[in-house]
């Protein structure tokens, strides 16, 4: 009996999981509480969101994932990690076909599209809901950057062949580097848009791990 009471100890020490306390360990269950400055949207301002689900994006260079939050309006946000020069958290929102049209000349996006990629996309109308989530003008910084989507967390296993959705992504940031503009374009036609800001990792305020 002491023998297996000391293997299994030794195989839940080995087991335990990390201090929580950098997003890059979030996992599906996980509440982060966010900072409640007015420099943040309201949807963001002093939340408490909880992690849905973690998605992998494949790509040759490597793979980058996406955490899928919740809060009390049970509006879906979106947060990765920008390993740029110095890691930022960079939320997003999902945005229709009409809300696009609204917040932007149609013909000025719609060049995110063609080649060579040096779309210039200026904000023509600020919405209430989606201000503080927009810059004034955007240039393009992504072309028909191919990879695959997988509603699975592959951070601790390799990715299962065939489970991706192949896509391309184009981009866009505004001159002062703290919004962005993508588009995600599925093989079938289907077409995400994501507006998206850029901010310190220090806006977590706290961390709270699943049960």
Same mark, same amino acid.
């Given at each position: ?79 990765? /990690? ?12 999902? /945005? ?73 992504? #184009? ?7 703290? #919004? ?5 374009? #599925? ?10 800001? #850029?901010?310190?990792?220090?806006? /977590? ?7």
């Amino acid at each position: 009996m002491g023998f297996l009471k000391s293997l299994f100890s030794k195989q839940a020490k080995k087991e335990a999981r990390p201090a929580l306390n950098h997003p890059s360990l979030l996992m599906a269950g996980d509440i982060i509480k966010l900072d409640d400055s007015f420099a943040l949207p309201a949807q963001l301002r002093g939340q408490s969101l909880e992690v849905k689900q973690v998605n992998t994006y494949e790509y040759e260079q490597g793979n980058e994932f996406e955490w899928v939050l919740q809060g009390n309006d049970n509006v879906l946000l979106f947060m990765n /990690i920008d390993d740029d020069d110095t890691q930022s958290l960079v939320f997003s929102r999902k /945005i229709n076909r009409e809300t696009v049209g609204e917040l932007f000349d149609l013909g000025q996006f719609s060049q995110l599209f063609d080649e060579p990629g040096n779309a210039l996309i200026e904000t023509k109308n600020q919405l209430a809901d989606l201000s503080q989530w927009l810059g004034e003008q955007y240039r393009q910084c992504e072309f028909a950057r191919m990879g695959y989507f997988h509603q699975q967390d592959f951070r601790q296993r390799n990715i299962e062949q065939e489970t991706g959705d192949s896509f391309e992504r #184009y981009g866009a940031i505004s001159d002062d580097e703290r #919004y962005g503009l993508e588009a995600e374009v #599925y093989q079938d036609g289907e077409t995400d848009v994501l507006v998206s800001l #850029y901010r310190p990792l220090s806006d /977590i305020r706290e961390y709270w791990p699943r049960s």
